[in-house]
């Protein structure tokens, strides 16, 4: 039993001041992702059976193009956020917590990157 008072034990252990950021972000990435996943597979419904010419064509519109790439950048950011709160919560090795966080980071950006890189090549008839 510790003789030491509730505050004394707490003292030092409270927030990290970046919690709620991260929650705000997470739940703002949610919400934008909404009316992009919709848009997204109203699209996606409307180009079966399409080929490559006419998935070029419809991407060569800047409204289809910005949007792809808005639901692209969306779509990585949230899921990099989520998947850091579960490495933080489920990994409690400090340098292989650190590891793990640096690589997926690294690999939400490069692919997150390549796609809107892919986006933009399709969309100027690359």
């Given at each position: ?25 997470q ?6 992702l909404?009316p ?19 998935i ?11 949007m ?18 579960v490495?933080?919560?489920y ?24 796609s ?11």
């Amino acid at each position: 039993m510790s003789m030491t008072n509730p505050l004394a034990r707490v003292r030092g252990l409270g927030s990290a001041k970046e919690g709620t950021h991260h929650w705000i972000v997470q739940r703002m990435t949610a919400v934008a992702l909404v009316p992009l996943t919709l848009w997204f597979v109203v699209s996606l419904i409307s180009l079966i059976g399409a080929d490559l010419a006419a998935i070029k064509s419809w991407l060569s519109s800047p409204f289809n193009a910005v949007m792809m790439i808005l639901t692209l950048i969306a779509g990585f950011h949230h899921a990099q956020l989520g998947l850091q709160v579960v490495i933080e919560d489920y990994i409690h090795g400090h340098g292989m917590k650190l590891a793990t966080l640096w690589i997926m980071k690294g690999a939400a950006f490069f692919f997150g990157a390549a796609s809107v890189f892919s986006v933009i090549k399709l969309s100027f008839g690359g």
